[in-house]
């Protein structure tokens, strides 16, 4: 391709780019999209050649997409739990106490619950996943988006306990100021809720899900976030939990 084919090309990828940033809904942003990298039939719109429209899409609908604004209870449609398989059944796990800021479960799960905070309360909105129509809006949590803190990581050794503690410790401080993640497990096991459930965490950013038929935009809402202290691993040193 030519200069003057390489010249064309970046500037229908800005136009597209220039036509999604000016939808403010995530929706009509996918829509737009969509439409851009469907083969040019003569309807008006971007005219991007297709493996290069669809790079562009893929790239703006990840960089792109809006949280969805919180919408007042006067147009909020009824929630509804998220339908579970047939013939599943739960484990049998309950709550066996909870004491000193310590909740117990039976199988022996513990999770710290001292200097957890609140969020904005979770309410999210679920789109068909071919025509991106409004579904219904839920609050249940839709399922879990893991991660790993990033954070400082002193070698698991007796004798940088000291350095552990403080690292850890310095990240929870972290994560609860700005409220990243639901639940923390940090380098010694220790589970710490860090943002009640049905309460929204900012972990997962700009972001969108499909699964069985159903979209998900905004995942901050509408999953739980887990997060493991530790950090990628680096290939030359090996990873760190």
Same mark, same amino acid.
């Given at each position: 391709?030519?200069?003057?084919?390489?010249?064309?090309? &970046? =500037?229908? +990828?800005?136009?597209?780019?220039?036509?999604? %940033?000016? $939808?403010?809904?995530?929706? !009509?942003?996918? @829509?737009?999209?969509?439409?851009?990298?469907?083969?040019?039939?003569?309807?008006?719109?971007?005219?991007?050649?297709?493996?290069?429209?669809?790079?562009?899409?893929?790239?703006?609908?990840? &960089? =792109?997409? +809006?949280?969805?604004?919180?919408?007042?209870? %006067?147009? $909020?449609?009824?929630?509804? !739990?998220?339908? @579970?398989?047939?013939?599943?059944?739960?484990?049998?796990?309950?709550?066996?106490?909870?004491?000193?800021?310590?909740?117990?479960?039976?199988?022996?799960?513990?999770?710290?619950?001292?200097? &957890?905070?609140?969020?904005?309360?979770?309410?999210?909105?679920?789109?068909?996943?071919?025509?991106?129509?409004?579904?219904?809006?839920?609050?249940?949590?839709?399922?879990?988006?893991?991660?790993?803190?990033?954070?400082?990581?002193?070698?698991?050794?007796?004798?940088?306990?000291?350095?552990?503690?403080?690292?850890?410790?310095?990240?929870?401080?972290?994560?609860?100021?700005?409220?990243?993640?639901?639940?923390?497990?940090?380098?010694?096991?220790?589970?710490?809720?860090?943002?009640?459930?049905?309460?929204?965490?900012?972990?997962?950013?700009?972001?969108?899900?499909?699964?069985?038929?159903?979209?998900?935009?905004?995942?901050?809402?509408?999953?739980?976030?887990?997060?493991?202290?530790?950090?990628?691993?680096?290939?030359?040193?090996?990873?760190?939990?």
């Amino acid at each position: 391709m030519g200069l003057i084919g390489r010249a064309r090309e &970046a =500037l229908q +990828a800005r136009r597209l780019e220039w036509g999604a %940033a000016c $939808l403010e809904d995530p929706v !009509e942003k996918l @829509r737009y999209l969509r439409r851009a990298r469907a083969p040019c039939d003569g309807a008006s719109g971007p005219s991007l050649p297709a493996r290069r429209t669809a790079k562009v899409a893929a790239v703006m609908a990840a &960089a =792109l997409l +809006a949280p969805i604004p919180t919408a007042s209870d %006067a147009w $909020l449609a009824p929630t509804s !739990e998220a339908p @579970r398989p047939a013939g599943s059944r739960l484990p049998d796990v309950w709550l066996v106490e909870e004491r000193d800021g310590v909740e117990y479960f039976s199988n022996g799960l513990r999770i710290e619950n001292r200097g &957890a905070v609140q969020g904005s309360p979770r309410r999210y909105a679920v789109y068909d996943a071919d025509t991106l129509e409004l579904l219904e809006w839920r609050s249940v949590p839709a399922g879990i988006v893991y991660h790993t803190t990033e954070s400082h990581i002193a070698p698991f050794r007796p004798e940088q306990n000291g350095r552990l503690k403080r690292a850890g410790q310095w990240m929870l401080e972290y994560v609860r100021r700005n409220r990243s993640y639901h639940f923390v497990i940090d380098r010694f096991g220790r589970v710490h809720r860090i943002v009640a459930e049905a309460h929204a965490a900012g972990h997962a950013g700009a972001s969108i899900w499909a699964d069985g038929g159903e979209l998900f935009v905004n995942l901050n809402a509408s999953f739980l976030g887990v997060a493991f202290e530790t950090e990628t691993p680096n290939p030359a040193r090996g990873a760190e939990l």
